[in-house]
């Protein structure tokens, strides 16, 4: 996940009372095991939003998987934030993943969703991937973590040699 989509997110982080939800679609690349997100959209100015609530403009929605479609991207999932320090997904957000990965046409075995809490991100991250049978967690993998894994993994080696 690019540090772009993560200033996305925090961003619009619900970080004081009056902030409304936000959210927006994500799209990117999918190869072998690995999932990459390269974009984020969102929010619209025709979005509806309050405190507790977030409902997309489905006409831009659209207009954004079009667009991402021109541009060799694929849509792979949706985003918003919740009032809450490490969110977890409501009824209604596990209704919508569900009922969008079965309704619409795609090649993919599930849909991510991403919940952006007001915890530092990415500890205030939800993400995971949702079919019509499961979800699973996912731990994202920002470009800064990758390069601490990398540095850590040298560290460790460095020690038993
Ligand atoms: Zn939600």
């Known amino acids: 996940m ?8 925090a961003e619009h982080q619900q970080l004081k ?3 409304r939800e936000a959210g927006g679609q994500l799209f990117g690349r999918v190869a072998w095991t690995t999932v990459t997100v390269e974009h984020a959209t969102g929010p619209r100015p025709t979005d509806i939003r309050t405190r507790y609530s ?11 998987i079009d667009d991402a479609h021109r541009r060799g991207l694929f849509f792979l999932g949706d985003w918003h934030t919740h009032p809450e320090p490490v969110p ?16 619409s046409t795609h090649h993919l075995n ?3 969703l991403v919940i952006a809490g007001t915890q530092r991100l990415p ?32 560290d460790a080696h460095g020690k038993t040699r």
């Open 110 to 112: 599930g849909f991510l």
């Open 17 to 19: 009372a009056r902030d």
């Open 123 to 154: 500890s205030g991250l939800y993400v995971a991937v949702h079919n019509d049978k499961e979800a699973v967690r996912l731990l994202p993998r920002t470009r800064a973590s990758c390069a601490k894994q990398a540095a850590m993994k040298e």
């Open 2 to 9: 690019p540090s772009e989509v993560l200033e996305i997110f």
């Open 54 to 64: 977030y409902q997309p403009d489905r006409k831009a929605e659209q207009a954004e």
């Open 88 to 103: 977890s997904p409501s009824p209604q957000d596990l209704h919508s993943i569900t009922e969008a990965f079965k309704k």
